[in-house]
């Protein structure tokens, strides 16, 4: 697993900071995307490819005196890719104050993401929040025991809660909510909640069709409204790769929810 950054830091003191200063045409990833670059280790990509081997090659040898700060590259087959655009990046020995503003720049960028809350750290509890951890979301999974909150990826965000139910209603607009209790009840109970808001981009359950119309039928009694069901994936992990492994299921629901996430973003931004 890729360690964070202050990890990474800490482990390798010469480190050459690799950044994408300019772009034009079709290029692999974004002005100001970075990556950290030591005499053995890497960190982050700046998309791959020759571009990227090239640029490697270049932090090395400013680790040995040598390299250049500005790299213009072609993209093209020149260098053997075929992106067709031309990108320009620069590299500077990675100092406190360079860090400092990454880690500023990474703590801004992280307040426009999404927001999703796992309700639950079985097996494909752990499966999600390891298969979301890379992505540019802000995982939260909330258990009610303990000891199942060990068990998760480290830097996992947690809650441990007796009534998880009741934080639904502090949960902001646009996130999501994944629920894979140990207990039916609670599962029923966290979805009617979450179902209430028309708010939020995604509500999906672990399940079968038969919970599906468990679910549906104790809805009915417990007053909620049919319609409600509409907004509810379950099962989730969709139905096109009938694999009941966990990380499957968490690589399927991955997908749903950044789709989900965007088309959420589409209507709101109409």
Known sequence: MTPSLDAFLNQNLQTILIEIIGTQGSTPRETGTFMLVTEKEIWGTIGGGQLEFMAIGN??????????????????????????GRTQLRCRPATAETIAELKRRMEDETRDWSEVYLFGAGHVGRALAT?????????????TRREELNELPVDTRTMLMAMPEALIADIPAGAVVLILTHDHALDFLIAKEALARSDLAYVGMIGSATKRATFASWLAREGGEKAWLEHLTLPIGGGTVRDKHPEVIAAMTAADILTALANYRARSSS
């Not at 090395?60 to 790299?71: I, L, T």
């Not at 298969?131 to 258990?143: D, M, R, S």
């Open 131 to 143: 298969a979301l951890k890379p992505l540019p979301l802000v995982t939260t999974v909330v258990e």
């Open 59 to 84: 932090a090395r040898k400013m680790h040995a005196g040598g390299g250049v700060e500005f790299m213009d590259i072609p993209l093209g087959p020149e260098i053997g890719q075929c992106c067709g």
